[in-house]
Structure formats: C-alpha cells, structure tokens
C-alpha cells in the first residue's frame, strides 16, 4: 500500500484563504474503476510446473483478483472517495445488480457482477479476501461458461455502460479495466465484432476510458490487431506520435503474473488534482499562457477524515456539529457576532471579512517572468519550499503548450533559469521562484529518471529567510582516511547512483494503515510493522565490512593523534598566561595607596592574613583576586577556587 498515489494536502505555513472551499470544486478528480475480468477456462487453468521459486503458482484469473484486491487496499486508503467494482464475464452464471433488494435482474448473459461500483467498505473487501485467500467460493461465481458460444464482449462493454451511468454520472474519470487472455473473442463473426466496437464508442461517447491489460502465455503473442484495435481507443499523439504501448503480462516465465499485473494497473493511475489550474504565466507583456501546477513529491502524514462512534452495536460515522458558546453565560453564539481581530500595543483591531481579504491582495494569482539568469548562480542551500512541477493548459490560451515548450527547450540549451514572481491560489503568499527545466527521462544526463520532463519552479529565500551561520573551527581529515572511504562509498552506491523516494514508502503511514485495515475487517493486529527504510545489514557487511573496520581504526588513529595536538597546544596556551604579566585594573590601581609598596600588592599583607583567618577571600570577586595575584607576580590562571588556594598558600609562606 504505497503513499505515493496521494492528494496534496497543504502545510501548516500555507496561507488559509481557501480553507472553506467547497468539495464540490473536486468532484470531477474521483475516479471510478471497473474490473472487468475473464473467467475462461484458459484463465482458470493453472501455469506449468517449474521448479523456480519466482515462477508462477496462481492461474490468471486467482492473479488478477488478487491484484484487484491489492488496489482496493490502496485506493480505499490513498483515494477514500474513488469507486470501484468488480465485473466477471465469461461465468455460467448470470447476475446484475442485487436481485434481492429489487435493484434489476439477469439481464446480461455470462456477466456476473460480483462488487457493485461503489466506495468499497469493509464487507465488500471481506468477500473478496474470501475469494482471493480462502479459495471459498459457496455461490459458484468461478464456473466458468459451458459450451463453445462463450460471452458477447458487446453483453460486457454494455453492462459497464450502464452501471458508469446509474452510479457515477458525475466523474470526471471513469475507466473499465479489461484483464483477459483471449485476443479474439469473436473469431469469424463479424456482427458480434461490429456490435462490440458500438458498444466501445458509447462507451468513449460517455467518458469512459477502457484499458487492457492482456495476458500472454507458453510463449503466445496477445494480437491486439485480432479484435481489440477496434475497442481500445489510443492516443496516436502520445510519445511524440507514437501510439501508446500495451504492455502484456506473461505468465509461466518466472516473472511472477501478479507483480506485473499491479504494475501496468498502478501506471495507469488517474492524475491527482492539481495543485493550482489554469494559472495564467506571463512571458512578457502582452504574451500570456496559461499551467497547471502540481507538487509529485510530498510527504504523507495520516490523516483523520471522519470521527466514528464506537458505543453501537457496529461502528458508525459520526456527523459532527459545532456549537461556539459564550464563557461566562453559556449562551449559543451567532456566526454573524464573532469577530476577528489582532492585537496591537494591548489593543484588539478589529476587521472585517473584506477587510481581511484586502490585507493579502497581491494583484490576482499568476506567474510573471521578470527576468533571466545563468543556472549556475542558484546556490545549493537556496531551497526553502517544495518545488511545483508545471504543465500548459489549453484552457485559457490556444497555443500554450508550444510557447511552454519553446521557453522548456530554450532554457535547456541556454543553460539558464528564468525568475518570476508567482502568486498561486487567491489570497496566496507571493513567492519568487526559479523556472528551472530538467531533461527528458530517457536521457542518461537527466539525474532524476523517474521525475517528468519539463518546467519547474523553485522557490527562492527572501532576506529574512537567510541566517547568519556561527562557523566554528573545521577539522578536514587526511588524504588517506578519505582514501579509505572511497571504496565503502563505492560499493554502496545504488543502480545508476539513482534514489527513488516513490519506492520507499512511509513506515510510520504504512503501519497506521496495516492497524485500520485490521480493526476494519476484524483482522489480527500485526506485531511489527514492515519497514523498507531500514539497512540491509548483511548485504552491506558482505560488501563493505573489511573497508569499515580499516576506516574506523584509521579513524581512531587520527583522532588520538588529535587529542594529543590539542592537549599539547592547550600546555603551551597555559605557559603563555603564566609567563604573561598581568593587566593592572583601575581598581587595583586605585586601591595601590592601601597596597604594601614593599611587595607591591593590591592588598595590605595585614589585611590579606587577616582575610586568610576569616576564610573571606572567596567573597571576593575574580578580577579583584588576579589583580592581587598578578601584583605579587603569581599566575592568574584558572578558576576561582584555584585563585584562591594559589593566594592562600602565598600568604601562608611569606606573610
């Protein structure tokens, strides 16, 4: 269950001008999927026998429930408002919609809908654990269909037809997932091909997206020419005029079939909602066009999106309310008496609604270039915020994507940044950013494969953001012990040199997540959470562990030696003050009157034994004692127990 497929959420910094906006403004970015998966017998019978440990054990059709129960976990956490369901073809039985509420009938042969399109709950995963794990199957859903006429796929794309239409006819993404190995389902009959490619336009008339996601065995080829040209509808403008390729998932190779699966169905997954839409970007005046923005790699923290009332006999969400009541006489107060205010020189300033909304106008949202700078001069520390990845928008502007394009490709072959001022969102903080381009992700000079191509704004430190840095004094390590590092750094490297945050998700999220899975379907809590942050000790120790122990003698070597310089030094220091006269202060110099001239002190010799008697002299103060001290030509040096003890024993010997 990765944490990468996440929304953005804001920090805790960022402005709060839109924190009442309406969740309707994101209702087009749900997203609503059915399974559509083939129960043939072919898809049913199990994969050859092998001795491989990574070789498949599950048929395709146990993989690819298995696969749908794994992406339920993920959307039910990651997306908790996306739809899905679960839609059988190829089945002897028939079923369509929940018969025993009177919800409709068997109207499609050899279609069983096993999850109706919904926000998945906790039965919905629980029968489907039970299908997956246990093997139980009571209702017979996995028989597959006798005889040779099979299923109509015009019968399926239909029946998707209309449970997108009954239950989610608002969604802005609507996709059908096809998971089969058959690549001719009407061989030879023409009118059963015609009636499914109808049906498939509907489908893409409506909205829908249909994406396969063949399987190929014992060496087999899926022919998408055969049937599913007419069905699946590519883009012929995607990877620079190149229809987007199918990837096939093998089965019996030693590559296991469900890790695949997962795979293609995570690359396929709908776009979060961007961070700011339709941004109008000024070039210069008179030339605008028109980004949207988005934030790909953020921190994910648990968060709460519901409360839930435990007293009943089963769990239920709470709806909650909020009542503002006045302190002293416990009366409900009106949204329309609260003000807001700020206090200033122990004064409330009160303002109004509108009046809070002006103190924060910069002018309106945009991004406006205010001039060009070479990309070496942006230092490495200059990083305060999350960088935005942009995009164009045709929305706005016809023709943004090529002035974005030519300003990406300028920028790269210039080798320079452009600087711009960028408010974001509506009552948004104004930040100056660095439009930076970064290469294309087939490029072996981009350092970051699995980040897209294109613009990026980087946001730059104002004056107050900079701080002054005390440095203290730098020990740099000798050419050998660095030497010594350089085959532990070596052999540590990762493939390319390259890290990829999206492949190590959160632990602390991820066991959050493994505890509301088990409390949801009356699981066993797990014990210990799974952690892919952690070291890989025995690998490391089989690689590097014979170049750290030389490092860490080498390393002990040098800091005795160290040890040894500064105690030396600190000797000499301590000479220097003895052999040092000391300062006369204008107390001692005012005080000489009183002083004996014969020993020259700060202090009569009377007066300084009689002090010794009455145990007086560390009620003196430090710069009086090393005056006296200094007079009678004693070292100075030390804490003020020592200055004392050093005063007494003079007195002790010569008074």
């Given at each position: 269950?990765?944490?990468r497929?996440?929304?953005?959420?804001?920090?805790?910094?960022?402005?709060?001008?839109?924190?009442?906006?309406d969740?309707?403004?994101f209702?087009?970015?749900?997203?609503?999927?059915?399974?559509?998966?083939?129960?043939?017998?072919?898809?049913?019978?199990?994969?050859p026998?092998?001795?491989?440990?990574?070789?498949?054990?599950?048929?395709?059709?146990?993989?690819?429930?298995?696969?749908a129960?794994?992406?339920m976990?993920?959307?039910?956490?990651?997306?908790?408002?996306?739809?899905m369901?679960?839609?059988?073809?190829?089945?002897e039985?028939?079923?369509?919609?929940?018969?025993?509420?009177?919800?409709?009938?068997?109207?499609y042969p050899?279609?069983?809908?096993?999850?109706?399109?919904?926000?998945?709950?906790?039965?919905?995963?629980k029968?489907?654990?039970?299908?997956?794990?246990?093997?139980?199957d009571?209702?017979?859903?996995?028989?597959p269909?006798?005889?040779?006429?099979?299923?109509?796929?015009?019968?399926?794309l239909?029946?998707?037809?209309?449970?997108?239409?009954?239950?989610?006819?608002n969604?802005?993404?609507?996709?059908?997932?096809?998971i089969?190995?058959?690549?001719?389902?009407?061989h030879?009959?023409?009118?059963?091909?015609?009636?499914?490619?109808?049906?498939?336009?509907?489908?893409?008339?409506?909205?829908?997206?249909?994406?396969?996601?063949?399987?190929?065995?014992?060496?087999?080829?899926?022919?998408?020419?055969?049937?599913?040209?007419?069905?699946?509808?590519?883009?012929?403008?995607?990877?620079?005029?190149?229809?987007?390729?199918?990837?096939?998932?093998?089965?019996?190779?030693?590559?296991?079939?469900?890790?695949?699966?997962?795979?293609?169905?995570?690359?396929?997954?709908?776009?979060?909602r961007?961070?700011?839409s339709?941004?109008?970007?000024?070039?210069?005046?008179?030339?605008?066009?028109?980004?949207?923005?988005?934030?790909?790699?953020?921190?994910?923290?648990?968060?709460?999106?519901?409360?839930?009332?435990?007293?009943?006999?089963?769990?239920?969400?709470?709806?909650?309310?909020?009542?503002?009541?006045d302190?002293?006489?416990?009366?409900?107060?009106?949204?329309?008496?609260?003000?807001?205010?700020?206090?200033?020189?122990?004064?409330?300033?009160?303002?109004?609604?509108?009046?809070q909304?002006?103190?924060?106008?910069?002018?309106?949202?945009g991004?406006?270039?205010?001039g060009?700078?070479?990309?070496?001069?942006?230092?490495?520390?200059?990083?305060?915020?999350?960088?935005?990845?942009?995009?164009?928008?045709?929305?706005d502007?016809?023709?943004?994507?090529r002035v974005?394009?030519?300003?990406?490709?300028?920028?790269?072959?210039?080798?320079?940044?452009?600087?711009?001022?960028?408010?974001?969102?509506?009552?948004?903080?104004?930040?100056?950013?660095?439009?930076?381009?970064?290469?294309?992700?087939?490029?072996?000079?981009?350092?970051?494969?699995?980040?897209?191509?294109?613009?990026?704004?980087?946001?730059?430190?104002?004056?107050?953001d900079?701080?002054?840095?005390?440095?203290?004094?730098?020990?740099k390590?000798?050419?050998?012990?660095?030497?010594?590092?350089?085959?532990?750094?070596?052999?540590?490297q990762?493939?390319?040199?390259?890290?990829?945050?999206?492949?190590?998700?959160?632990?602390?999220?991820?066991?959050?997540?493994?505890?509301?899975?088990?409390?949801?379907?009356?699981?066993?809590?797990?014990?210990?959470?799974?952690?892919?942050?952690?070291?890989?000790?025995?690998?490391?120790?089989?690689?590097?562990?014979?170049?750290?122990?030389?490092?860490?003698?080498?390393?002990?070597?040098?800091?005795g030696?160290?040890?040894?310089?500064?105690?030396?030094?600190?000797?000499?220091?301590?000479?220097?003050?003895?052999?040092?006269?000391?300062?006369?202060?204008?107390?001692a110099?005012?005080?000489?009157?009183?002083?004996d001239?014969?020993?020259?002190?700060?202090?009569?010799?009377?007066?300084?034994k009689?002090?010794?008697?009455?145990?007086?002299?560390?009620?003196?103060?430090?710069?009086?004692?090393?005056d006296?001290?200094?007079?009678?030509?004693?070292?100075?040096?030390?804490?003020?127990?020592?200055?004392?003890?050093?005063?007494?024993?003079?007195?002790e010997?010569?008074v």
């Amino acid at each position: 269950m990765g944490d990468r497929g996440h929304e953005y959420r804001r920090d805790e910094d960022e402005d709060e001008a839109d924190e009442e906006m309406d969740e309707s403004d994101f209702k087009s970015q749900k997203d609503a999927v059915i399974f559509a998966i083939d129960v043939s017998k072919s898809m049913l019978k199990p994969p050859p026998a092998s001795d491989s440990k990574k070789a498949d054990k599950d048929s395709a059709v146990a993989a690819s429930l298995k696969c749908a129960y794994q992406i339920m976990q993920q959307r039910i956490i990651s997306q908790p408002k996306d739809m899905m369901g679960i839609l059988f073809f190829g089945t002897e039985k028939s079923k369509f919609r929940d018969e025993a509420n009177g919800r409709g009938g068997s109207g499609y042969p050899h279609c069983y809908l096993f999850a109706d399109l919904d926000v998945p709950a906790a039965e919905d995963v629980k029968a489907l654990k039970d299908l997956v794990e246990e093997g139980e199957d009571p209702d017979e859903v996995l028989t597959p269909a006798s005889g040779s006429e099979g299923v109509a796929m015009a019968n399926v794309l239909f029946c998707a037809n209309q449970i997108f239409t009954t239950n989610a006819p608002n969604f802005g993404s609507r996709r059908l997932f096809i998971i089969t190995d058959n690549d001719d389902p009407h061989h030879g009959d023409k009118t059963a091909r015609s009636a499914a490619a109808v049906r498939a336009k509907d489908l893409y008339d409506l909205g829908v997206v249909i994406e396969l996601f063949p399987i190929s065995r014992e060496g087999d080829k899926f022919d998408l020419s055969k049937f599913y040209d007419d069905i699946i509808y590519r883009d012929p403008a995607a990877d620079g005029g190149n229809a987007e390729e199918i990837k096939s998932s093998k089965s019996g190779d030693g590559l296991t079939l469900l890790t695949s699966l997962i795979s293609n169905i995570n690359s396929k997954q709908t776009p979060k909602r961007a961070y700011f839409s339709n941004l109008p970007m000024e070039l210069a005046p008179g030339m605008t066009i028109s980004v949207n923005g988005y934030i790909l790699l953020h921190s994910q923290k648990p968060a709460r999106t519901c409360y839930i009332w435990l007293d009943g006999e089963k769990p239920q969400l709470a709806t909650g309310e909020t009542t503002r009541v006045d302190a002293d006489s416990t009366r409900a107060v009106d949204k329309s008496e609260v003000k807001k205010a700020y206090k200033f020189g122990g004064e409330y300033v009160y303002f109004s609604p509108e009046e809070q909304k002006t103190l924060k106008d910069w002018g309106g949202k945009g991004l406006r270039i205010i001039g060009f700078k070479p990309r070496s001069m942006l230092p490495s520390w200059a990083s305060v915020k999350k960088s935005f990845f942009i995009f164009p928008s045709e929305a706005d502007y016809v023709g943004s994507t090529r002035v974005f394009s030519a300003l990406w490709q300028k920028l790269l072959k210039s080798e320079k940044m452009a600087i711009a001022w960028l408010v974001s969102r509506t009552n948004a903080n104004p930040l100056l950013v660095a439009v930076l381009p970064t290469k294309a992700q087939t490029d072996d000079e981009s350092g970051t494969p699995f980040l897209p191509a294109g613009l990026w704004l980087y946001p730059l430190p104002f004056a107050d953001d900079l701080r002054e840095i005390d440095r203290k004094e730098t020990i740099k390590c000798s050419n050998e012990l660095i030497d010594r590092m350089r085959p532990i750094v070596q052999n540590l490297q990762l493939p390319k040199a390259m890290y990829n945050p999206a492949k190590y998700p959160n632990p602390a999220l991820q066991w959050h997540y493994k505890i509301l899975q088990a409390l949801a379907l009356e699981e066993e809590v797990p014990e210990h959470p799974e952690d892919a942050t952690k070291p890989k000790y025995k690998a490391i120790n089989n690689r590097v562990g014979g170049y750290m122990v030389e490092f860490k003698e080498k390393v002990e070597e040098e800091a005795g030696g160290l040890q040894k310089s500064r105690a030396t030094k600190r000797e000499l220091e301590d000479d220097d003050d003895d052999a040092r006269p000391a300062k006369k202060s204008k107390a001692a110099a005012g005080s000489k009157g009183k002083a004996d001239g014969a020993n020259g002190g700060g202090s009569s010799n009377a007066q300084l034994k009689k002090a010794v008697e009455q145990q007086t002299l560390s009620k003196m103060k430090v710069n009086e004692l090393k005056d006296i001290l200094g007079a009678k030509g004693l070292s100075t040096a030390g804490k003020k127990a020592d200055l004392v003890e050093r005063l007494e024993q003079w007195v002790e010997e010569n008074v």
